[in-house]
């Protein structure tokens, strides 16, 4: 079975402190992986996607395929990145985003 | 350019009763995807409709049902509501599946 685990549900840290968001996927060839963010009161959008190797918010992650895992990280947490966070992949045979429990950052000031 | 519009944005149903939930998809995308998102947990896979044919189906049963209309929007049906249908139902489309823009949900309630 496709699946995306997020062993964290949730993770607090304080202003500045790095951050690691967690993420495994079962293994099936290339998968396209992304990350999307909830943020209070707000819609699910999505933040980066492995494919575009891009920093958004100053969030990078990297698709490790030896380790099966597609980390979220930020080297300094800001109080406006307090939000819930899903990992997801896309489906090998279809176009659906198979998605993780999530994990709610808290960034203390 | 308008993002994805879902309505209504709450409502309670009995259980046994029968519900229509609406999505209206962004500007220019044709491809519509229906997730079930339960407290606590990721939104699961429903099904996706592209040019109103329904493209794939996640594991939920027959009494979930669907439409997509020609102006891209769409519809998701449930019938003989269950309490465990309680959730937030969520709405996204796409481009030929490609960057997915969700909306806001419809918090459904079933008592």
């Known amino acids: 079975a496709q699946r995306v685990t997020q062993p964290e549900k949730l993770l607090s840290v304080f202003k500045g402190a790095p951050v690691e968001l967690k993420c495994n996927y079962s293994?099936?060839?290339?998968?396209?992986l992304f990350w999307y963010v909830q943020y209070s009161r707000q819609r699910l959008q999505l933040l980066l996607r492995?494919?575009s190797r891009e920093s958004i918010k100053g969030f990078t992650a990297d698709l490790n395929k030896g380790e099966t895992s597609f980390h979220l990280k930020k080297p300094f947490a800001q109080e406006e990145d307090s939000a819930m966070y899903y990992c997801?992949?896309?489906?090998?045979?279809?176009?659906?985003?198979?998605f993780g429990t999530g994990t709610r950052l808290q960034v203390f000031p | 350019e308008t993002g994805v519009t879902q309505s209504p944005t709450h409502l309670i149903k009995t259980r046994g009763q029968q519900v229509t939930l609406r999505c209206s998809s962004q500007?220019?995308?044709?491809?519509v995807s229906w997730y079930q998102q339960a407290l606590g947990q990721g939104p699961q896979f429903i099904f996706q409709?592209?040019?109103?044919?329904?493209?794939g189906r996640g594991n939920f049963p027959p009494r979930f049902s669907g439409l997509q209309f020609p102006n891209y929007s769409s519809e998701l049906n449930v019938n003989a509501l269950e309490l465990d249908d309680s959730a937030l139902y969520l709405c996204?489309?796409?481009?030929?599946?490609?960057?997915?823009?969700f909306g806001s949900g419809t918090r459904l309630t079933v008592v």
């Open positions: 409709y592209y040019r109103e044919e329904e493209n």
């Open positions: 293994y099936s060839g290339s998968p396209e």
């Open positions: 500007s220019g995308h044709n491809t």
């Open positions: 996204a489309s796409s481009l030929g599946g490609d960057g997915y823009t």
């Open positions: 997801a992949r896309r489906s090998y045979n279809t176009d659906k985003l198979i």
């Open positions: 492995h494919i």
